[in-house]
Every structure is written in structure tokens, then in C-alpha cells.
């Protein structure tokens, strides 16, 4: 079996995932490893941990080859079963940075920007441009692969990925796995989750249902603590305990992400907002500057002598190929192409929902009609995730204006020109630091 791995100078990803597929036995046989990434220094990094976790793990048997640059990247995918995808095209700098730094000239303020919003559509936009190039080597070197995505903006790529290409693609995500045990953590609610049913959209998936071992419905409890909690205390997720207060329900990405892909929280004309609802403007370049710093200790423990513990983690992926091996069943949340899966959002949407995995791949679930309001608010989303894959798709301007002109935020609080202009910059820029956008 082969598995590439593209980004693998994202070396905490990598050691999660790889190192869970070395304490998988049934991926362990007959295993190979291509390591690929652009950038020499971070893929040395990581070569070293993989290499230092399968001696540590596996006895050293499975082959990892490391692959740099673009010249060597079909090699690094000939022949793949899976692959896993955690690039971030740009980086922190120059991109992020860009990403931020203009839409704040105009007053637009963002959290994370990695998923919607101004950042959201440039970061997808930049990043289909890569992934035009891998889904050509792809189809021509490992045509049956299984292409993992991990990198965001999750619905903006994994759908330009499943309707535009032959690439089999799912999506995945780690804030579903941590959703309900997280709340009932926060409610200090003690019940061991019996059931629970997860569907919407990535980063805006609903926790529909909730029940305890007994088969008891935990919502009305956790609706009552929720609100009693944001009425009493500042904590950091005022957000989402207000949707459940609004709308009747949780939903799985954090309220530091959910803050800013709605209209209702970052206005620059009540800015006692943000410190209502404890909103932590610009976090994704302060996250940024920490891990850059925290990275400077961690590289040296992973590199250094020391052993690398490691206990298999919560990320799909290793399930996911255990499971299309062995033919033993796992059930997870995947981002797919609606089809149908959810009646009430658009059938192009990239959704996120239920899915079978076994031998004979993924199987996702229909899940029906959501509540109307969520439905609402995942529509607001998805109508700039479609536009932002029919700018890539078309290299038409026209629709990152329209898709920055219907995304909730920009446009609640910038005019129509200003978001043109806001735009127009925001290309100029990356493209004068070599990363096309149309």
C-alpha cells in the first residue's frame, strides 16, 4: 500500500496522521510512505519524525521517501492508494498576512479567515490553482486513489474537487468527533453520549440530536444551561451558545470561526459586540505568531533524542483506510456533494453528513430536511462557496465580486464599491508575491 502525503511539512499533521497509521496494523504491511512538500527545510523536519515514529512504532518497516518540489511531486503520487492533503498555499506569510492586512484597511475585521469570508474565497481561490495541478497528475499517475483532504477552506475545495474533476475526494474535518463531548464538557454536564446526529455544512454542521445511553434527549438541559451560562459568565463560546439560544441548536466549529460567517456579531457600528460575546479579533495571526514560537521547542523535542509518544488520534483518516482494507465498517462525517443528502440546501453544496466506510469506499447518508433556520444559515455560506468555485472555474472577476458581495460579513458591512475595490487590491497582491488568483 502506498499513502502520499501532500503538505508534509505540516509536521504535527503529519506525525497525527502517520503515526496513527503506524498503530494500525492492518495498514502496516507492505507499507510506503511519499512524503511530499515545496519547502526543503520544513520537509527535512518532517521526514526525521516520520522516519524517528515508524522505527519507534512499526520496527522501521514501512519505505517513506521524501519528494521536493514540483518537479518530483508526480513521482511522489505514482501509484497511491490514498492521499492525504494538508497544504496551505502562501503560508502565514506572505498570504495570511495579505488576506488580513487589506480587507482591515477597509474596515473589514476577521477572527480566522481560513474557511469564509474575505479570507476564505482568496485562500480557496489561490489554493484551486494548485490543485488544478495535482488533480492532472493525479488522474494520469494514481487514477483510483482516494484523495483525504484535510486543508481549508474545506467546502470550497473538496467541492471543486468532486464536480470538477475525476478525483474520488472526501473531506475531513476534526470538529465533529469533539462537538457534543466539548459542550456537555463546557455545561459541566456529566452524561455519556448514547447517540447524536451531525449535518449541514463544514465548519456549520448542526448538532441535530443529542441523547444519553438511556435514549434521553440531552437538548432541553443543555438549551437551559447555555443560556444561563452567557447570561452569567464571559467564556469562549458565547457564540454558538447564543445560536442554540436563537436558532435551538449547537453547531460543531468554534465560536471564534462562527462569529465571522454570519452577519450577526463583527459590526463595526456596535462594536460592544465583541466584547459581548468575547470575540477574538485577528486571532488566526496571533495563533499564527504562537505556534511559530511554540514550534521553536516542540521541533526540538520531536527531532531531539527523546521518544515521541504518540497514541492514535481522533483524525479520520487512518480509520478511514483501515476500514476500505479490512472491509469492516466505520462510520464518520464526510464532506460531499449534496445530491440530495440534505432536501433543503442546494445540490451542488458541498455538505457534510453521516457516511458508511467499508471495502467498497464511502457511502454517505441522506439526512432529509434540516430545521428551516439552519438550513437558512447554511445557505447564506454555501451561495459563497459556489461562487468562489465558479470564479475559479470561469477566471472570471465578476464572481469573487459576487462571492465577497454575498458573503454575510463583508457585505453587512462594506458598500458594493468598496468590496470591488477591497477585491481588485487583494489580487493585485498576492499575484505580486507569485500566487495567481484567477
Avoid at 459541566?188 to 454542521?205: F, P, Q, R, T, W
Avoid at 444561563?228 to 447564543?242: A, G, L, P, S, T
Avoid at 445560536?243 to 456596535?270: A, P, Q, R, V
Avoid at 447564506?380 to 461562487?387: A, V
Wanted: glycine fraction near 8%; charged fraction near 25%; aromatic fraction near 8%.
Amino acid at each position: 500500500m502506498k499513502i502520499t502525503f501532500l503538505g508534509a511539512g505540516s509536521t504535527v499533521f503529519a506525525k497525527n496522521v502517520l503515526g496513527d497509521v503506524f498503530l494500525t496494523s492492518a495498514l502496516t504491511e507492505d507499507l510506503t510512505i511519499a512524503m511530499y512538500d515545496i519547502n526543503a527545510g520544513r520537509l527535512e523536519e518532517s521526514y526525521n519524525v516520520i522516519q524517528k515514529l515508524n522505527s519507534q512504532y512499526n520496527q522501521g518497516k514501512a519505505n517513506i521517501i521524501k519528494y521536493l518540489g514540483v518537479e518530483n511531486r508526480k513521482q511522489a503520487l505514482k501509484g497511491a492508494n490514498f492521499i492525504v492533503n494538508a497544504i496551505q498555499v502562501g503560508g502565514y506569510k506572505p498570504c495570511t498576512v495579505i488576506d488580513f492586512k487589506i480587507p482591515k484597511k477597509y474596515g473589514l475585521r476577521q477572527t480566522i479567515g481560513d474557511t469564509l469570508g474575505i479570507g476564505g474565497i482568496f485562500r480557496g481561490l489561490r489554493t484551486i490553482n494548485v490543485l488544478k495541478d495535482f488533480i492532472k497528475d493525479i488522474e494520469e499517475v494514481c487514477p483510483d486513489a482516494l484523495f483525504l483532504n484535510y486543508a481549508n477552506p474545506m467546502a470550497i475545495l473538496t467541492g471543486y474537487m468532486q464536480r470538477y474533476s475525476n478525483v474520488n475526494t472526501i473531506g475531513l474535518c476534526h470538529s465533529v468527533q469533539v462537538c457534543s463531548s466539548g459542550l456537555l464538557k463546557r455545561l459541566n454536564m456529566e452524561d455519556e453520549v448514547g447517540s447524536e446526529l451531525i449535518a449541514g455544512i463544514n465548519h456549520m454542521a448542526w448538532l441535530l440530536e443529542i441523547k444519553d445511553k438511556f435514549g434521553n434527549d440531552l437538548y432541553p438541559e443543555i438549551r437551559k444551561r447555555a443560556k444561563e451560562k452567557n447570561q452569567k459568565e464571559k467564556h469562549d463560546d458565547m457564540v454558538r451558545f447564543d445560536y442554540i439560544d436563537k436558532l435551538g441548536y449547537y453547531c460543531t466549529e468554534s465560536s471564534e470561526h462562527n462569529s465571522e460567517y454570519s452577519s450577526f456579531y463583527i459590526k463595526h457600528k456596535y462594536p460592544e459586540l465583541i466584547e459581548k460575546f468575547n470575540i477574538p479579533l485577528d486571532d488566526y495571526l496571533r495563533r499564527c505568531e504562537e505556534q511559530i514560537e511554540i514550534w521553536k521547542t516542540r521541533r526540538e523535542d520531536l527531532l531531539g533524542g527523546k521518544f515521541i509518544e504518540h497514541e492514535r488520534s481522533r483524525e479520520y483518516a487512518s480509520r478511514i483506510m483501515e476500514a476500505i482494507t479490512t472491509n469492516k465498517p466505520y462510520c464518520m462525517n464526510g464532506n460531499v456533494i449534496n445530491n440530495g443528502l440534505i432536501d433543503n440546501l442546494p445540490k451542488d453544496a458541498c455538505v457534510e453528513v453521516p457516511c458508511l466506510v467499508n471495502g467498497y469506499g464511502i457511502q454517505p447518508t441522506k439526512v432529509g430536511r434540516l430545521p428551516i433556520q439552519l438550513a437558512a444559515m447554511n445557505s447564506t455560506n454555501i451561495n459563497t462557496q459556489l461562487l468562489t468555485i465558479e470564479a475559479a472555474v470561469s477566471g472570471k472577476k465578476e464572481y469573487i465580486y459576487q462571492a465577497a458581495m454575498f458573503d454575510p460579513h463583508t457585505s453587512s458591512e462594506l458598500s458594493v464599491d468598496d468590496i470591488i475595490a477591497m477585491c481588485d487590491e487583494l489580487i493585485d497582491e498576492h499575484e505580486k508575491s507569485g500566487y495567481k488568483i484567477i
